[in-house]
């Protein structure tokens, strides 16, 4: 661990948190059936203290809900950008937390983009982000603290390993189309990729040789996360090396025989959209299925 990743996980010591839970006046989605409230939570992390907001939403009907973690791609995501799954999980019971990240919308601190240079920093922060969420989330009387589900894309698959090996209160987590190579590998292939002057095959072989910086290496993490996984793949995806990622994942299973299950959608390209039918695969259902196999029924 570099002295800048210590330097982020320094707080863990002695965690504090500076926590308001404010009520929303209106319930999500127009119905009476799910209620709503704005959770603002601190991170504490020396150098990179900010406090952040998001939404806490969930079923109103008796008992604890399991809950839905949203974890963002890269850009300036806000507490809506997996919107549009929000209702799929509140019709089946769960509760759902998504927030605005660092440096977005109402959450203060400085958005920074993900390189090669900072991201064994950046990507264990914005972790690090997510673990005072939890911290928060686990202890509300809506929540079943047993049952809590990191859901994220893209550069997600870097963050949520992170946060999966920090936090014994995670217990299952979902990735979709989320990278498993170093961020530095993993921009070298895109820049073939995304680009279409080459194919995904050269740029999987391009990327093989890449001797630049390779930046914040996923592997270390995945190895120490115990929790029961999903990931999803799209074989026609130019932004993240599938074919890569796949065999990381399947290399490390044999080395100790973690509990992930890996999906591909062989024609799918990156956000799961079928490249020859213009639609999008049923990962949704896949993931609702695989949770009502995986999550223990008392939860709802």
């Known amino acids: 661990?570099?002295?800048?990743?210590?330097?982020?996980?320094?707080?863990?010591?002695?965690?504090?948190?500076?926590i308001t839970v404010v009520c929303s006046a209106q319930p999500?989605?127009?119905?009476?059936?799910?209620?709503?409230?704005t959770i603002q939570f601190s991170n504490p992390s020396v150098g990179f203290q900010a406090d952040l907001e998001g939404l806490l939403q969930w079923p109103l009907n008796e008992g604890r809900h399991p809950l839905v973690v949203f974890?963002?791609?890269?850009?300036?995501?806000?507490?809506?950008?997996?919107?549009?799954?929000?209702?799929?999980?509140?019709?089946?019971?769960?509760?759902?937390?998504?927030?605005?990240?660092?440096?977005?919308?109402?959450?203060?601190?400085?958005?920074?983009?993900?390189?090669?240079k900072n991201s064994p920093m950046m990507i264990p922060l914005l972790a690090s982000d997510v673990y005072e969420a939890l911290e928060t989330l686990r202890k509300r009387p809506e929540i079943d603290s047993s049952a809590i589900v990191?859901?994220?894309?893209?550069?997600?698959?870097?963050?949520?390993?992170?946060i999966a090996s920090m936090s014994k209160s995670v217990s299952h987590y979902m990735i979709m189309y989320g990278p498993t190579?170093?961020?530095?590998?993993?921009?070298?292939?895109?820049?073939?990729?995304e680009q279409r002057e080459s194919s995904i095959e050269d740029a999987e072989r391009f990327m093989a040789g890449y001797t630049g910086i390779k930046g914040f290496d996923p592997i270390p993490y995945i190895m120490q996360v115990n929790q029961k996984g999903l990931w999803i793949f799209g074989g026609e995806d130019h932004s993240i090396p599938?074919?890569?990622?796949?065999?990381?994942?399947d290399s490390l299973n044999k080395i100790s025989s973690k509990p992930y299950t890996i999906k591909?959608?062989?024609?799918?390209?990156?956000?799961?959209?079928?490249?020859?039918?213009?639609?999008?695969e049923d990962y949704v259902s896949l993931m609702m299925e695989w949770l009502g196999k995986n999550i223990k029924k008392k939860a709802f």
């Not at 330097?7 to 002695?14: D, E």
């Not at 999500?28 to 409230?37: L, P, R, V």
């Not at 599938?242 to 994942?249: F, R």
């Open 71 to 116: 974890i963002h791609g890269s850009g300036k995501g806000t507490r809506y950008e997996y919107s549009d799954m929000f209702s799929n999980f509140l019709q089946k019971g769960y509760a759902v937390f998504s927030y605005d990240k660092r440096g977005v919308n109402k959450s203060g601190g400085t958005y920074n983009g993900v390189g090669p």
């Open 242 to 249: 599938t074919a890569k990622s796949m065999q990381i994942l």
């Open 181 to 193: 190579v170093t961020v530095g590998e993993e921009i070298y292939y895109s820049r073939f990729a």
């Open 264 to 280: 591909l959608y062989p024609q799918a390209g990156h956000g799961l959209k079928n490249m020859e039918t213009g639609l999008f």
């Open 28 to 37: 999500a989605f127009g119905t009476n059936s799910i209620d709503s409230t």
């Open 1 to 18: 661990m570099t002295p800048v990743m210590k330097s982020v996980f320094i707080f863990l010591a002695s965690i504090f948190s500076g």
């Open 150 to 162: 990191l859901v994220g894309a893209s550069q997600a698959g870097w963050i949520i390993p992170v």
